[in-house]
């Protein structure tokens, strides 16, 4: 069954922290995206990368980086993570183009304390 | 940015009835796609129509797409309590390589047993 897993279904950091979210998918799909979640403003996308050592800022890129150096992998990094970045993070991989899908993680709940 | 708006934000059902959920959008469209989100869970794709097509099946699914007023529906028929779900509908403004989807704020349904 092919998947996006994401390192951890949940965490819980301290403000100032650097925080790595790992994500992988077998699927050997080029692109890969990151957004949060948030209620009442939906899904919203930070990163997204369409090949390996790619990357393009989404829509709220401020305070976040990425890492591609393997196709299969995509992490997201909180430089030094604050409470306002208390949220569910979802990684997501496609094929190049948008008629076939996301494929979905199951989501990290990130709290920040 | 948000493309999409969905309506109504929340719907509660009874097993058996059917759940009709709105998603409007800005601009052209290449492809509309509808995604599922189990509670908090990683959001699963449903469908896709494309915007040369009006209505698409899918077992108890029905999408249309009105591209002159810039808006789709999905229709669940005869609804389960499995059903209950938050919905997302997400745009793709073209289909070419660096293609990406934007989604709308989701329209949460409960279908009581």
């Known amino acids: 069954d092919v998947k996006v897993t994401q390192s951890s279904r949940y965490l819980v950091k301290r403000t100032g922290e650097k925080v790595f979210l790992e994500c992988v998918q077998d699927m050997d799909h080029e692109n890969m995206f990151w957004y949060r979640q948030d209620p009442g403003l939906g899904l919203r996308l930070i990163y997204f990368s369409y090949d390996v050592k790619m990357k393009e800022k989404g829509d709220i890129p401020e305070g976040y980086s990425v890492s591609r150096e393997k196709k299969e992998r995509f992490s997201l990094i909180l430089e030094s993570a604050s409470t306002n970045q208390t949220s569910m993070y979802l990684c997501?991989?496609?094929?190049?183009?948008?008629?076939?899908?996301?494929?979905f993680g199951s989501g990290t709940r990130l709290t920040v304390v | 940015s948000q493309q999409g708006e969905e309506d109504p934000q929340a719907l509660s059902i009874q097993e058996g009835e059917n759940a009709t959920m709105n998603c409007s959008y800005k601009?052209?469209?290449?492809?509309l796609q509808w995604y599922r989100q189990n509670s908090g869970r990683g959001l699963v794709h449903l469908i896709l129509i494309r915007s040369n097509e009006r209505e698409k099946h899918s077992g108890r699914l029905r999408v249309t797409l009105d591209t002159s007023k810039k808006s789709s529906s999905l229709l669940i028929t005869a609804s389960r309590a499995a059903d209950t779900a938050s919905y997302f509908c997400a745009t793709a403004v073209t289909y070419n390589q660096g293609g990406k989807l934007i989604f709308g704020q989701g329209t949460e349904l409960s279908v009581k047993p």
């Open positions: 601009t052209s469209i290449n492809n």
């Open positions: 997501a991989s496609s094929l190049p183009w948008t008629g076939n899908g996301y494929t």
